[in-house]
């Protein structure tokens, strides 16, 4: 215990047994004793006693798109981590696509890497791409560190990064599971998509009806059928039709490979608030009614959906005209990610523990991060201080990513973020960042 450099107090600290007063030693960044509240402090050690307020595991956010570099008009590795720490995130994973190269090479991995690392406030991992003519790439990325690869069945909104068809993905994912990886997938039919009405204008529900349930249903259904045939692993991108929960409770139960996000939005605002022409609300697959909110939520509680992420997809303002048909397609939710979360989640009767283990423990889980997600001898000290209590309006001048649109704006949420941790040192509290000290990370083989 003599090279205790650090004891966080806390008379609720979140821990995979549950909530209890406690103090943690920290040593060289690392958790190294879960002590009883009032134990001594080592000599050398400095106290941080946070009071009654919660000390958390750092949420790790597996769906980012940073952008950077190539659309850094649109967010950056710079302001992106500043905002994920000002909302008790302390790992994201970025998308492989919106920047420019995409991540679907080698060569374009460490041009990405270079970019990030200087600029990186919390610590940040790469998903690769899986496009129709990168198969030959797929192994040298897995071996170079990526988490696993994002693909699309439908269009992607970037010319650069094209979908897959049935039988590319077929070829991806087989060569994906020949070494053991995880494909991740934006699960939309584009023959749903096209034959869904078409439209333009600035009517919500008009948008909502270009992107019907069952395109999603129908790419969960035939995702599943691959991953099961050649016994994959497979990750649901966003989740947001709950008609598809039944056949996803299924093939869980049947025993193939298939975890499941959802988003903030999706848990927390639904189509009846969404005003006409409020583009700030537009995402694919779209934010849903409140009756299909509510399956979502019951999903969350008994499992058939693992996880819950940001996909933070911004753009430049100018982007989000009010036509739902050109407009940009991205919620920008990084920095209130938790707060949004907590306020729906405790209206619901579920408690913080809840949402650290959908936000925080099986994130990590899910990419292989063993040394994030939870409040334990061995791992990083990566924890946000949370009031849980505390209510804050939404006030876009108050964030930190780049262009301060979001879908937020002038909602009172609980959960006020005091400051965020990594590896035992505080990166911010109050609004005020320490220079950035977050890491490159790459998959634990
Ligand atoms: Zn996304």
């Not at 649109?74 to 998308?95: H, K, S």
């Not at 399956?295 to 303002?317: E, F, Y």
């Not at 991060?369 to 876009?396: C, H, M, N, S, W």
């Amino acid at each position: 215990m003599s090279d205790v450099e650090l004891v966080l107090r806390s008379t609720r600290v979140i821990t995979p047994e549950g909530t209890r007063a406690a103090s943690v030693a920290v040593s060289a960044g690392t958790i190294t004793a879960v002590l009883p509240y009032d134990a001594e402090v080592p000599a050398g050690a400095r106290l941080e006693d946070v009071g009654d307020h919660v000390l958390l595991p750092g949420l790790v956010d597996t769906h980012v798109h940073v952008n950077d570099p190539g659309r850094t008009e649109w967010e950056g590795f710079w302001t992106a981590t500043r905002a994920a720490a000002a909302g008790g995130i302390t790992t994201l994973v970025d998308m492989p696509l919106n920047s420019l190269p995409p991540t679907t090479t080698v060569d374009h991995l460490r041009t990405k890497k270079d970019v990030a690392a200087d600029k990186a406030h919390i610590d940040v991992g790469f998903w690769g791409g899986a496009l129709p003519d990168n198969v030959k790439d797929l192994r040298a990325l897995h071996e170079a560190g990526v988490f696993g690869f994002k693909a699309f069945l439908s269009p992607s909104g970037v010319d650069e990064f094209p979908h897959l068809g049935q039988d590319q993905l077929a070829q991806s994912l087989a060569e994906i599971a020949s070494f053991g990886g995880l494909l991740i997938v934006h699960a939309e039919d584009p023959h749903h998509l096209d034959a869904a009405p078409p439209h333009s204008g600035p009517k919500y529900a008009d948008f909502l009806a270009s992107r019907p349930r069952d395109a999603e249903d129908t790419a969960i259904a035939q995702l599943i059928a691959q991953a099961k045939r050649l016994d994959a692993r497979v990750h649901v991108l966003h989740l947001s039709s709950s008609d598809a929960l039944p056949l996803i409770a299924a093939a869980k139960a049947e025993g193939v490979r298939v975890t499941v996000e959802t988003c903030p939005h999706y848990l927390t605002l639904t189509a009846e608030e969404v005003p006409d022409g409020a583009s700030e609300f537009k995402c694919c697959p779209p934010i849903r009614e409140s009756a299909n909110q509510y399956l979502l939520w019951q999903a969350l509680a008994d499992g058939t959906i693992d996880c819950v992420v940001t996909d933070h997809s911004p753009s430049t303002a100018d982007l989000k005209t009010d036509d739902f048909a050109t407009a940009w397609g991205g919620i920008s939710g990084l920095q209130l990610s938790l707060a949004a979360v907590w306020t729906e989640a405790r209206r619901r009767g579920h408690g913080l523990e809840d949402v650290v283990r959908w936000m925080s423990t099986r994130t990590a889980d899910l990419v292989g991060l063993r040394q994030k997600g939870a409040i334990e001898v061995g791992r990083d000290a990566d924890f946000a201080v949370l009031a849980p209590d505390e209510t804050f309006t939404v006030d876009p001048a108050a964030l930190q990513h780049r262009n301060r649109v979001t879908a937020y704006t002038g909602k009172t949420l609980s959960g006020v973020v005091k400051s965020t941790w990594l590896r035992g040192e505080r990166i911010v509290a109050d609004g005020e960042f320490t220079t950035p000290k977050g890491r490159l990370l790459t998959r634990t083989p």
